[in-house]
Nanobody, 119 residues
Framework: QVTPVESGGGLVQAGDSLRLSCSGI????????MGWFRQAPGKEREFVAG????????QYADSVKGRFTISRDNAKKTVTLQMNLLEAEDSAVYYC????????????WGQGTQVTVSS
């Protein structure tokens, strides 16, 4: 069973850093591309970052480029989103997502973790 589980959310001040982690993919982790989405109140869910099977390629939303870094540890079967220079606009529920490497959509979603950045 594939069930992403996020951890690491919380309340921070603008300019601070926060690290989100995701686990729960299981033995198939090596075959999964992983990513993070977020949704703020009243806004649509948006893509934040993605990473390929062995981490060779990463993608970021323009709004987080240079501040956020996605990485994965295939031995520990975890994916991490390091968020630096946080802004109030980064406040949202962050979701860890996964897809088998041949899929186009992300069918596996975690429950989400709240990130709140006070200005």
């Amino acid at each position: 069973q594939v069930t992403p589980v996020e951890s690491g959310g919380g309340l921070v001040q603008a300019g601070d850093s926060l690290r989100l982690s995701c686990s729960g993919i299981g033995r198939t982790f090596d075959y999964f591309e992983m990513g993070w989405f977020r949704q703020a109140p009243g806004k649509e869910r948006e893509f934040v970052a993605g990473i390929t099977l062995i981490g060779g390629n990463t993608q970021y939303a323009d709004s987080v480029k240079g501040r956020f870094t996605i990485s994965r540890d295939n031995a520990k079967k975890t994916v991490t989103l390091q968020m630096n220079l946080l802004e109030a606009e980064d406040s949202a529920v962050y979701y860890c997502v996964g897809r088998y490497f041949t899929d186009f959509q992300y069918p596996y979603w975690g429950q989400g973790t709240q990130v709140t950045v006070s200005s």
